[in-house]
């Protein structure tokens, strides 16, 4: 499963999905986050707007998130064969 976040708030939020699933098998958020509607790369701040992972580990049949204040993201959910 695949699901688009988008966090056009100041605030964090936690995203938690829970589905019927059986065996989930592992998940990772790839997202940009730089933390303010102005920030850009430059030549003193070359990573100032950048590509960041995390690996998530599902419990049971949900997965939790901190969804990063002024982010976008994918978050992909792969299920056991």
């Known amino acids: 499963m695949i699901v688009k976040i988008v966090n056009s708030s100041e605030n964090i939020y936690e995203l938690k999905l829970?589905?019927?699933?059986?065996?989930?098998?592992?998940a990772s958020y790839r997202?940009?986050?730089?933390?303010?509607?102005?920030?850009?790369?430059?030549?003193?701040?070359?990573y100032a707007v950048n590509i960041k992972d995390r690996i998530l580990t599902p419990s049971n049949n949900s997965v939790s998130e901190i969804v990063d204040a002024l982010s976008t993201g994918v978050l992909r959910i792969i299920k056991k064969l």
């Open 18 to 26: 829970d589905g019927d699933w059986k065996g989930l098998g592992n």
């Open 31 to 46: 997202f940009i986050a730089p933390g303010a509607l102005n920030a850009a790369n430059s030549l003193e701040s070359p």
